[in-house]
């Protein structure tokens, strides 16, 4: 029996070198249609916090902007603890890839807290929806032909991918369970990953195919290690749903629920479409 | 007739200094309990931006961290681009200040994307909540004694501060009409302070006063400058809700309308709170 790496593992391998700097490479496991998965670079600028030497506690928020395509090859993710309190930790991070002159260009830039976790009073506003079980929702093939679509198993309850584009679209909600292809056991890495799977809200919205791309977004973690590792590889239900599309730019807001019901991460895009 | 400064003009007041660095320093008129209102160094950051020569389009998105306390005296707003598109700039931007040992500290971290706005296609799906009109809305004194709620016109519309902390808490709901006191024409740093008026979530959740902060904010604005003149000094209809309390942190929702029902900007922060 061999064990073979993960193709998210794969995809997250950085090697460090001076301080502050990993090294790493796109993958051709989680490619887009002309760069990697936004939610793969998502989670490689947090894996480069997560193996920093100087970290403090657990993530608890990110934003990631996409400045630019990521191009196929090595890439360098700059992670910096800007400032370490008692309790939380700032940092700031780019990636950065060499242009075709040999000059290192910031292609992502993201700002990341970690926290140590408490215990506290807690209670949700954001119940799990009433939904059929995962065995339940029949597995769908990927949605369109993307290298990245084919690791995650995705099992639609609402919002599918609109199979006319004849502007008949009257909602913007999607809700879908989720968990990697092969199964993985949850990270925070992975969770961050996830909460960019959802294809435009555009798309359905308007049951309109345009071009769009994710400018900037945000993921709350609200799991701590914990509650993660609860989850192990179990089904996470995805939800997402838009605000507002106005002069070529739409809103998400997303929740994901572990099967049990935990909010593991509530996450915001901003997004921009064309026409 | 004089014309005297407004109290946000006067705390959004910067000196350029060396490229992409700006002088500037707090304000009374908005200073919270250990430091400025966190919306206002949102707003000053921001300002940052817009006042650098550089400047491509109009703010999209916005998130701020709030590494540290800001201490009243003089700061530095350090505001780069850090990639510049043929319709998108993306910033990085830090506020500092110096210790007691005249050592440069990082007190906020923030990105920043500008974007030039186009005619397109769009729809809300985020209609303005119906309530009373702001002058069937009675207009309430401070919550509580901090000098920057004196900077804003409040007509709560549900979601008050709780008169009683006994732990009847049931909804994390507010609702309220909003604008600058005196009057401004709105702008987008003044959006982007209103973002943040909402007391904690926590508070009204449990009925209970514990201490709680922003770690971290971000702001999606929807609004061109177009839109935001013809807003001009009138009403926002600004709405929060959280979803999720657990282990010292929750987050929070919220979405700012104009009168005439647009919404103009989304935000979401993430929160400390102690117990």
Chains 1, 2 share one sequence.
């Not at 502007?167 to 990270?187: C, V």
């Not at 507002?244 to 629920?257: I, M, P």
């Amino acid at each position: 029996m061999t064990h073979a790496t993960h193709p998210f593992d794969d995809a997250l391998a950085l090697d460090p070198g001076v301080p502050d700097h990993f090294s790493g490479r796109t993958t051709p496991g989680y490619w887009n249609m002309v760069g990697p998965y936004g939610g793969i670079t998502a989670a490689t600028l947090l894996q480069a916090v997560l193996r920093h030497p100087l970290l403090l506690g657990e993530p608890l928020s990110l934003t990631v902007n996409y400045a630019a395509a990521v191009a196929e090859g090595p890439f360098t993710v700059q992670a910096t603890p800007v400032r370490t309190n008692r309790s939380t930790q700032h940092w700031m991070v780019t990636v950065q890839q060499a242009n075709a002159g040999g000059e290192q260009m910031v292609t992502t830039t993201a700002t990341v807290v970690t926290a140590a976790r408490r215990e506290t009073w807690g209670v949700s506003d954001q119940p799990m929806p009433a939904v059929p079980a995962p065995a339940q929702c029949q597995r769908t093939p990927p949605m369109f032909r993307v290298e990245w679509l084919n690791r995650y198993e995705m099992r639609p309850v609402t919002g599918e991918l609109p199979t006319q584009w004849d502007d008949s679209g009257h909602t913007s909600l999607t809700q879908l369970w989720l968990r990697d292809a092969p199964e993985r056991a949850l990270d925070f890495a992975a969770l961050a990953a996830m909460c960019d799977v959802f294809y435009p809200r555009v798309w359905l919205r308007r049951a309109r195919h345009v071009p769009a791309g994710t400018v900037s977004i945000t993921v709350y973690f609200h799991a701590g290690s914990a509650l993660l590792a609860q989850t192990g590889d179990g089904y996470l239900l995805a939800q997402a749903r838009a605000q507002e599309f106005r002069n070529g730019f739409f809103d998400q807001s997303a929740q994901l629920w572990n099967q049990a019901g935990s909010l593991l991460a509530t996450s915001h895009q901003i997004v921009y479409y064309k026409e």
